[in-house]
């Protein structure tokens, strides 16, 4: 005997930006009844793959196993004030997800033929130990031509990549005041930074130990950033007002990086972690820069910590 008819189900495709499924998902109804299915939060970015692409936009043009790609020119123009370096990296990831503002020498390694506009496009500064050798890794910054490190339109120093994708810089007064699109790039480091802690604290974090423990407990499997970690990171995530507690990274001399970002220099750590009086201190400030100081007593700001998994 045959059983009675059922009732029939409606699906309703939901777009992201969905009020009940902010990342899309499926309506079903039966009926008055009504459930949902919701897609989940998009995964973080893997590294870029291995092989060539060209073209431009978000296509990126591959540097084999360096692991280094072009992520493309920005639709937008900008004046030498890019809201710092942090603003400059937040550029390039609102139009290219997980990017960066590039440094000369990583669009120099990438080799790519996207097309630069005839006004040239934004740069960061690549760190060389001497005039003519270049850091071990292109993510090194020097902040020389990089209009007080993103900060101003009218400072003298800049740099940028030309229409011909040379390396191009000026010292003319008002450099800076020069509308230019950026140059965005991804690396093996992109993703590097987790977070920031959400809880604050002076500089006595319980030793080195204390402050893993402390990104581990918010960020599964991170570590308390070194300064060198951070930079590479190129990270766009917004940095509190009060800026973050960062590890201090090993130099060679004064312009030369030890080959590992996880090397550390325990000078301005607060005496490694362990005193909220301490007068050596070191942070990420709002802009994305290093900052120090050696005031009496500086240790006792009270900030978060720059978390980092690589």
Not at 6 to 12: E, L, N, P
Not at 43 to 49: I, L, N, T
């Amino acid at each position: 005997m045959a059983g009675p008819a059922g009732t029939s189900v409606t699906v309703t495709s939901l777009s992201a930006g969905d009020a009940t499924c902010p990342y899309g998902g499926s309506r079903f109804s039966v009926g008055a009844a009504t459930t949902v299915a919701c897609n989940g939060a998009p995964g973080a970015m893997g590294p870029p793959g291995s092989g060539s692409g060209g073209g431009s936009g978000s296509t990126p043009d591959y540097a084999g196993n360096e692991g280094f790609s072009l992520a493309g020119v920005t639709v937008g123009i900008y004046a030498g004030n890019l809201g710092g370096l942090q603003g400059a990296h937040a550029k390039c990831a609102a139009e290219f997800t997980g990017s960066h503002l590039c440094t000369s020498r990583e669009y120099e390694l990438i080799g790519a033929a996207t097309p630069i506009p005839a006004s040239g496009a934004w740069v960061d500064g690549a760190r060389y130990l001497s005039s003519s050798a270049p850091s071990v890794t292109p993510r090194d910054r020097d902040t020389t031509y990089t209009c007080s490190s993103w900060r101003s339109a009218t400072a003298t120093y800049s740099a940028w990549v030309d229409t011909f994708g040379d390396y191009a810089y000026s010292n003319v007064t008002s450099s800076c005041s020069a509308l230019r699109p950026l140059l965005c790039c991804r690396a093996p480091q992109s993703g590097w930074v987790r977070g920031f802690t959400s809880l604050t604290s002076n500089g006595n974090l319980g030793g080195l130990q204390g402050a893993h423990a402390k990104c581990a407990a918010e960020f599964p499997g991170a570590h308390l950033c070194t300064s060198r970690e951070y930079e590479q990171a190129g990270s766009a995530l917004p940095v509190p007002a009060t800026g973050a507690w960062i590890d201090g990274a090993r130099y060679l001399s004064s312009s030369a990086p030890s080959v590992t970002p996880r090397d550390r220099d325990t000078t301005y750590t607060c005496n490694s972690w362990r005193s909220g009086t301490a007068t050596y201190s070191a942070w990420i400030d709002p802009f994305g820069d290093y900052a120090y100081s050696n005031t009496l007593n500086s240790c006792s700001a009270v900030r978060p910590l720059a978390c980092c998994s690589n």
